[in-house]
């Protein structure tokens, strides 16, 4: 594992400083941010005064922000620092416990786009097991097959043009099999990503990961704390291990005293609504007309019910007239909600967690939910040695499930599956839908995007009148109003 502090926000006068005069005593912290702007609110001075006197005064500055976050409790002052982040050569495992935090920005090396080499890690807990030979030999065992099945996905799908193909039939031909190949390789799997942070986020990762139970993640926390605290000691105040982020769910899997026994999985039972705003489509409406509006949203609703069904549709479709493919939808969409059930496998919750405005909780990995084969593979003759080594995995995580707990998650593949809830707003759902019901998203979350928008239009139909994705916005757009769009094409720099 590999971190380094890539950058932070410094005063931009002291970097003019910087440039003039390399030796320069100015303070490069962000802390400077967090102390001039706390005080906004209680001095006569100009925000750039305050910022000059943080910047003269820094360990004043210091004395403020420990006083005004820890003792007044104002840690919205600590998201004026910002932290830049190179993170590599840590496991897909942990990077599903790194970007659970919603308010942070990462971008991940994909295993879509990119041929894997296959290498991995070797956690601590399983390396200081018995396990750790056959861990080592099943992961070589992955990494060979990952390689195997690429060629042959390749030679596959190349046969089948049954001509020379061409550039972009080549690209996605190896697009595919960069995708489909990695269904066999491991949650230990090397990745890296570029994550932007600011201080109350990153404090809350240190202190998560200092009460977890993966060695990694502790190690990744201590990592990430060594390089901020002497840059910034005053905005990182509670971060150490505690009880609430250490027994909380621990204690509560205990009480909840479930049942153990095999788990099904029904093959149609992928994707389950189970909880949706009731009347959604009159919601939607009443909400819109209390906005543009002065009256209380009651009697907003009481206009709604009183609308017959083609005035509520032509109110709708006035929202999405002068929509463009870059807008989103208005706010007010907000206020419908949906809750999923999903099945879903690694490389699919990979694309899922990304969606950080939605409420996304879920269980651990289990082989008694099967895994998910691409088709690919099953076309290359691949299907009956990937089953073989799912075989061998699921093996070897029995048998550490029972001394190693989570960390035993790290054999199991990209194609295993866990159950997930998601909480949307309908706002959200375009968004999912635009990015993940389009050609290019991966099939499976393309799948699972799909079958939530066709069962949430059931329940919606109205709000929901405009989604798709963004290759087909034309498409769906002449359906609503018998003509196309006027897209307006981005700029670009010359």
């Known amino acids: 594992m590999k971190i380094t502090l ?3 926000n410094v005063d931009y006068e002291t970097l003019k400083e910087l440039k003039k005069d390399k030796t320069t005593n100015a303070p490069l912290t962000p802390e400077v941010f967090s102390a001039a702007y706390a005080r906004i609110s209680r001095s006569p001075k100009t925000v750039t005064e305050l910022r000059k006197i943080a910047k003269k005064q820094i360990e004043k500055a210091r004395r403020m922000n420990k006083k005004i976050i820890f003792e007044m409790g104002h840690h919205s002052v600590a998201e004026h620092a910002v932290f830049n982040f190179d993170i590599m050569d840590i496991s897909r495992l942990l990077t599903e416990e790194v970007e659970r935090f919603r308010l942070c920005s990462y971008t991940e090396k994909s295993q879509r786009y990119i041929k894997l080499k296959g290498n991995y890690v070797i956690p601590y807990e399983i390396a200081n097991s018995r396990y750790i030979d056959e861990f080592v030999k099943l992961m070589d065992k992955g990494t060979k097959l990952y390689h195997k099945f690429y060629k042959t996905i390749v030679d596959c799908e190349t046969s089948k043009l049954e001509k020379t193909a061409t550039e972009e039939e080549i690209r996605a031909i190896t697009l595919k099999a960069n995708e489909d190949a990695r269904y066999v390789l491991s949650l230990s799997t090397k990745t890296q990503l570029g994550e932007t942070i600011n201080a109350r986020n990153l404090e809350l990762v240190l202190r998560r990961f200092a009460s977890h139970n993966l060695k990694e993640a502790r190690t990744f926390g201590r990592k990430i704390f060594n390089l901020v605290k002497p840059i910034a000691p005053s905005v990182i105040l509670f971060y150490k291990e505690n009880a609430f982020d250490k027994k909380t769910y621990t204690s509560l899997k205990h009480l909840a005293k479930v049942k153990k026994g095999k788990i099904r999985f029904e093959k149609n039972s992928d994707v389950n609504p189970i909880d949706w705003t009731k ?3 009159s919601i939607l409406i009443a909400t819109i007309l209390h906005t543009v509006s002065n009256v209380s949203f009651k009697k907003a609703l009481h206009t709604t019910k009183a609308m017959n069904a083609k005035n509520k549709k032509e109110l709708i479709k006035r929202v999405f007239q002068d929509m463009e ?22 490389t ?3 694309q899922l967690k990304r969606h950080r405005q939605a409420t996304i909780t879920s269980q651990t990995y289990s082989p008694e939910l099967g895994v998910t084969t691409p088709g690919s593979l099953k076309d290359a003759g691949m299907e009956k040695p990937f089953g073989n080594f799912i075989d ?19 054999v199991l593949t990209n194609a295993h599956r866990k159950r997930v809830l998601l909480s949307i707003n309908a706002r959200e759902l375009y968004h999912i839908s635009r990015l993940r019901e389009d050609d290019h998203a991966q099939w499976e979350i393309r799948d699972k995007a799909g079958k939530m928008v066709a069962l949430a239009k059931k329940v919606m139909p109205l709000t929901l009148i ?19 769009p006027k897209i307006i094409k981005p700029i670009l720099p010359t």
């Open 6 to 8: 890539a950058g932070f």
């Open 279 to 281: 009347d959604a489509d």
């Open 325 to 346: 493919l870059y807008d989103t939808v208005l706010r007010e969409f907000e206020y419908a909600h949906l809750t999923f059930e999903l099945v879903v496998s690694a």
């Open 348 to 350: 699919c919750f990979a």
């Open 392 to 410: 061998r995995t699921n093996n070897l995580f029995n048998k550490m499930e029972k001394t190693l707990g989570f960390a035993s998650q790290y």
């Open 466 to 484: 405009a989604t798709g994705g963004k290759d087909k916005y034309p498409q769906v757009y002449k359906r609503i109003f018998g003509r196309y």
